[in-house]
């Protein structure tokens, strides 16, 4: 059975560091492009980069570029998402995604991930 | 802001069937296909339709892509109280170094 299981809801400060994980099972972990998706409340879905946990090879859409960073451990068959310094606006649910080629889709999901930002 | 257009809202009675529209351009539904994905209150989003008009696995043939041009559409046949979801239709564009890019969302409220 394919399942990404992403780790718990957190709790953070602004400016504070924050690396969430996404783990993948059931199928080659090292053949799937791995994608990072962000909802905000009451907000549409927003693309936010994904990375080849093969070669490492990332792609990050330019709103996201510089603001985090994807990274993956093929022996973990794990992928993750981390910030430098939160922010409020950071506030959302980040959903880990597979997707089979480079373009696209995405056909197996994460159960997101609640990152809460508040001072 | 979505470089895809999807109308805010659509709704329809038990039996009815409704359609949804995402309008594109070039650089995504110009080259690539388009994949639809359907988000119910408080889970994860799941792909209904990829390659414009493929269903995956357990998906029921109540649900229908289409695609032409620069448009693509979703028609939902029979809608049940179950397709009260948000839905997004999303596709891989080619500008600023290539990025996948989601619809605005279409809310489904079943009368």
């Known amino acids: 059975e394919v399942r990404l299981e992403q780790s718990g809801a957190e709790v953070k400060k602004p400016g504070e560091s924050l690396k969430i994980s996404c783990k993948g099972s059931?199928?080659?972990?090292?053949?799937?492009?791995i994608a990072w998706v962000r909802h905000m409340p009451g907000k549409g879905l927003e693309w936010m980069g994904m990375i080849y946990p093969s070669d490492s090879e990332t792609t990050y859409s330019q709103t996201f570029q510089g603001q985090v960073t994807i990274s993956a451990d093929k022996s973990s068959t794990t992928a993750y998402l981390r910030w430098n310094s939160l922010k409020a606006s950071d506030t959302a649910i980040y959903y880990c995604a597979r997707g089979w080629v480079r373009a696209g889709p995405y056909d197996y999901w994460g159960q997101g991930t609640l990152v809460t930002v508040s001072s | 802001q979505s470089v895809l257009t999807q109308p805010p809202s659509a709704s329809g009675t038990p039996g009815q069937r409704v359609t949804i529209s995402c309008s594109g351009g070039n650089s995504n539904f110009g080259t690539y296909t388009v994949n639809w994905y359907q988000q119910l209150p408080g889970t994860a989003p799941k792909l209904l339709i990829y390659n414009n008009d493929q269903r995956p696995s357990g998906v029921p043939d109540r649900f229908s892509g289409a695609k032409s041009g620069t448009s693509a559409s979703l028609a939902i046949s029979g809608l049940q109280s179950d397709d009260e979801a948000e839905y997004y239709c999303?596709?891989?564009?080619?500008?600023?170094?290539?990025?996948?890019?989601f619809g605005t969302g279409t809310k489904v409220t079943v009368l």
């Open positions: 059931g199928f080659s972990f090292t053949t799937y492009w």
């Open positions: 999303g596709a891989w564009d080619d500008s600023l170094n290539g990025y996948y890019v």
